[in-house]
Each structure stands twice: as C-alpha cells, then as structure tokens.
C-alpha cells in the first residue's frame, strides 16, 4: 500500500469577529466565564459567506501552495455536518467550483470533529485504487447557522471557518498509521437532521463530551506511536482538535510536549469542528513550523461519538 503526504494546505474563514464581549452584550456570560472555561476569545461567523465558499477559498489556496492543478486532483472529499445543501453535495459543488476533473469520486464525509481524520485516511484508499496521485481533503463549518442562542453552555464555542490539504500518494511512503473510532450516542453530542421536528441546533452535555474527550486524546496518541512504531520524540509537530485549551493542555502535560512542538488557534476561531485541525495545519505552514519532512501527530475527536489519530508527514 501506498502512503499520502501533505503537499500543501490551505485555509479561508469569515470576515465577522465575534467577541466574548459581544456575546455578554446580548446574554448571560463574560469574557473571564468563557475564556477561563474553554479558552476562546473571539471566533468568526459567516455573514455573506456560505459554507460552498469558505471550501473554494481554502481548497484554491491549498492547490496553490501544493503547486498542483485542479486537473491533477484523483479524489474530493469535504469533512462537514454544515453543508449549504445535502444534494448536492458540498464536494460536487467544489468539483465543479473549481474545475475538478468529472471522473473521480466526490463526496461528503460526516464525522463531526473528526471528520478531517476519517477523510484523511479515506482519501489514503482512494488514491491507493486512482491513476492519479494527488486528492484534496477539506474540512468546513457553518456552526453559527446550527448554534442555540438560548443555550450559553454551548453558543460561546462554535466559530466558522474551512481548512484544505492537498495530499500526494507515492510507493515508499509510509502509511499515515490512522486509528479511527467511533461510539453512537446521540445524548451527549447531537445535531437533528430534518424532519425531526423544530431547527435542527446543537446540543451536549459538556462535562461527559469533556470526560470523553481527556480519555479518548491520550488513547489515540499512544495507539498511532504504537502503529508507527514512533516515539515522542520522534514527533516534530502535536496537532489537537481545538475544542477546548484544558483538553490541550492536559496532553501537553501528559506527554511532556514542549511549546514549540504544540499549537493553539482556539481562542482566535473557537470549535469550527471538522475545520478545526486543517486550520491549525495550514497556519503551522504559513508559518514556516511544518514543510518538507516534517511528522505531525494528529488527533481529533467529536460527536458520534468519533475519535482518531494519525502520523502524517509533509512532502
């Protein structure tokens, strides 16, 4: 089996800022109850962007930092619970966005926080079976449009925003070593689909989704350095869904990971899900802190309940 890199990645989120202090303006909350829970700031809501947007944008800048065209693309996926539409799906509508050659397999992938994870591993098959060695994998959100205003347990941590990788697959590259899970539950973390009476908003139970989240981080990091028979120290970069600093933190602390080999976005962008984790990786890029060769541990975890890890690396 053939194994993927990240070629290059890409990211594009609203203009709107929305504060911790615009939140207490209009409920029940402050800064210091959100930030000292959570860790979140600001985060950006949609206002003339849509979610077929925000993947365009993230999805050209990815292509374009990975050198590759639209006509090389072997495989689309888009990881999102938020698409503008179910049919058609967010990924057609980028294949034809951008140009995307008719005769490959698009399609959306639901996994909630993890979904970038699943679709990497995904998109890894796919490329396996493709004549063509290049696949882009997004991760978007539109949380705001699914967000219960009433509810101030969850409405402070939702942000907008879509991330992209391009991904090459070549003989001799190691596999990324996913672990993939999932658990269903639709108490502690749910989304209602259509017809099931009232808007479809989110709701959880914060403290179990906490619980769940602080088992299931370190879980996925031993069982991915164990598959890749790879050590802490062989890791160069530790990428965490940014749902929460605590979670964060508690890993960090866990594992004895140094600052320079960790990255927070939270308190900039909020939750944004399934955007969550190729936000970070594209900014990690931009910043020159990953590039050629370098090995990033991978973890996400989220509603199904869903969780995952994985080693990938950089071409």
Excluded at 8 to 26: F, I, M, S
Excluded at 59 to 87: F, H, K, N, Q, Y
Excluded at 256 to 284: D, F, R
Aim: charged share 25%; aromatic share 6%; glycine share 10%.
């Amino acid at each position: 089996m053939k194994g993927i890199r990240i070629k290059g990645t890409g990211r594009c989120v609203p203009e709107r800022v929305v504060t911790n202090e615009d939140l207490a303006a209009r409920m029940d909350t402050s800064d210091e109850w959100i930030t000292s829970r959570t860790g979140i700031r600001r985060r950006r809501h949609c206002t003339a962007e849509t979610h077929s947007t925000l993947c365009a944008g993230a999805a050209r800048a990815a292509l374009a930092r990975a050198g590759v065209s639209p006509e090389e693309i072997g495989a689309c996926i888009v990881a999102t619970v938020t698409a503008d539409d179910l049919v058609p799906s967010a990924a057609c509508v980028l294949q034809r966005e951008l140009g995307l050659p008719q005769d490959i397999p698009c399609f959306d992938l639901s996994a909630a926080c993890t979904g970038f994870l699943f679709a990497l591993h995904t998109m890894e098959c796919l490329l396996n079976a493709s004549p063509r060695r290049f696949g882009l994998v997004v991760g978007a959100e539109v949380l705001s449009r699914v967000t219960n205003w009433e509810d101030r347990g969850t409405c402070v941590l939702f942000g907008d925003g879509a991330g992209a990788a391009v991904v090459e697959c070549r003989e001799g590259w190691p596999s990324i070593g996913a672990v993939l899970g999932c658990h269903g539950d639709d108490r502690l973390l749910r989304l209602p689909g259509v017809e099931r009476g009232g808007r479809s908003l989110i709701s959880m139970e914060g403290t179990r989704v906490f619980k769940f989240a602080v088992e299931a981080v370190p879980w996925c990091v031993d069982r991915v350095l164990e598959r890749t028979g790879r050590t802490v120290e062989d890791v160069d970069f530790f990428v965490f869904h940014q749902a929460n600093a605590r979670i964060i933190d508690l890993a960090v602390r866990k594992y004895h990971i140094p600052p320079e080999k960790y990255y927070k976005n939270i308190a900039e962008y909020g939750n944004t899900s399934a955007a969550s984790i190729p936000l970070v990786l594209s900014e990690l890029e931009e910043q020159g802190r990953v590039g050629p060769g370098s090995r990033t541990l991978v973890v996400g975890f989220g509603g199904g309940l869903t969780w995952g890890g994985a080693m990938v690396e950089f071409a």
